[in-house]
């Protein structure tokens, strides 16, 4: 099914757009699950915090709106808990819908969010600019277009058609050979028109190619430089 749907796409470059839904998917329902984990934790803190001001209300050395309040942290830890359960529960839909599934058939993720690795520099990913589908497709344009403009070049010269036969000559009962060929007019008529608009599309063309390359140029470095931002973000 997988390959029916990327038919007629460069297959390494829809192997790669697959992956990186799926790395995306699989981070983002990785990361809920933690936050679950760690939510759970929260619950414990507060719920131990209740426990403590509690003690200490009943000593008399706070009043009784510190239990109230930490009361109300520990309701708070516990409604957040709920909402990440049913985020994970979305998160881990959205992952197996990367590859098809209509269920969720596991329970746990598994993978490591400590450690992060620096971003290559942007020259590698420049590298394969080329493979990007917007660019790619004006490689097949140009090839077409240019074609096309040879072929318009190759009608300067008008076709000749020529004939051979057989004709009987009554006056004398004999057969000889007959020779003819016609070309068409005007005689000097170079196709120029046609020349002309077969080079103005591929200049066009040209012309758009260039047009999409910066296009996808100024979207990588864009892309790159959150990057590194977010880098810089998880380091800190």
Same mark, same amino acid.
């Given at each position: 099914?997988?390959?029916?749907?990327?038919?007629?796409?460069?297959?390494?470059?829809?192997?790669?757009?697959?992956?990186?839904?799926?790395?995306?998917?699989?981070?983002?329902?990785?990361?809920?699950?933690?936050?679950?984990?760690?939510?759970?934790?929260?619950?414990?803190?507060?719920?131990?915090?209740?426990?403590?001001?509690?003690?200490?209300?009943?000593?008399?050395?706070?009043?009784?709106?510190?239990?109230?309040?930490?009361?109300?942290?520990?309701?708070?830890?516990?409604?957040?808990?709920?909402?990440?359960?049913?985020?994970?529960?979305?998160?881990?839909?959205?992952?197996?819908?990367?590859?098809?599934?209509?269920?969720?058939?596991?329970?746990?993720?598994?993978?490591?969010?400590?450690?992060?690795?620096?971003?290559?520099?942007?020259?590698?990913?420049? +590298?394969?600019?080329?493979? %990007?589908?917007?660019? @790619?497709?004006? #490689? =097949?344009?140009?090839?077409?277009? &240019?074609? !096309? /403009?040879?072929?318009?070049?190759?009608?300067?010269?008008?076709?000749?058609?020529?004939?051979?036969?057989?004709?009987?000559?009554?006056?004398?009962?004999?057969?000889?050979?007959?020779?003819?060929?016609?070309?068409?007019?005007?005689?000097?008529?170079?196709?120029?028109?046609?020349?002309?608009? +077969?080079?103005?599309?591929? %200049?066009?063309?040209? @012309?758009?190619? #260039? =047009?999409?390359?910066?296009?996808? &140029?100024? !979207? /990588?470095?864009?892309?790159?430089?959150?990057?590194?931002?977010?880098?810089?973000?998880?380091?800190?």
């Amino acid at each position: 099914t997988l390959e029916k749907d990327l038919a007629g796409w460069d297959y390494e470059t829809a192997r790669a757009s697959v992956l990186a839904d799926v790395t995306r998917a699989f981070v983002q329902a990785l990361s809920v699950q933690e936050r679950v984990v760690l939510a759970g934790e929260l619950i414990g803190l507060a719920d131990a915090s209740v426990t403590t001001v509690t003690s200490q209300v009943r000593s008399g050395a706070v009043s009784a709106l510190e239990a109230d309040r930490a009361r109300v942290a520990l309701d708070r830890a516990r409604l957040e808990r709920v909402q990440l359960e049913h985020a994970l529960s979305a998160a881990r839909a959205e992952l197996a819908a990367t590859w098809g599934s209509r269920d969720v058939t596991f329970t746990d993720l598994r993978g490591d969010l400590e450690t992060v690795t620096a971003p290559p520099g942007i020259e590698t990913f420049l +590298a394969g600019i080329d493979r %990007n589908p917007d660019l @790619a497709r004006w #490689a =097949s344009e140009l090839d077409q277009r &240019r074609a !096309a /403009l040879a072929l318009e070049e190759s009608r300067r010269v008008p076709d000749v058609t020529l004939g051979v036969g057989a004709r009987r000559f009554s006056e004398d009962d004999t057969t000889g050979a007959v020779l003819a060929f016609s070309i068409p007019l005007p005689l000097f008529d170079r196709n120029q028109g046609g020349i002309a608009e +077969a080079r103005h599309r591929v %200049n066009k063309a040209q @012309a758009e190619q #260039a =047009s999409a390359e910066t296009s996808v &140029r100024s !979207a /990588l470095t864009a892309s790159y430089e959150e990057l590194h931002s977010a880098y810089a973000e998880v380091v800190t």
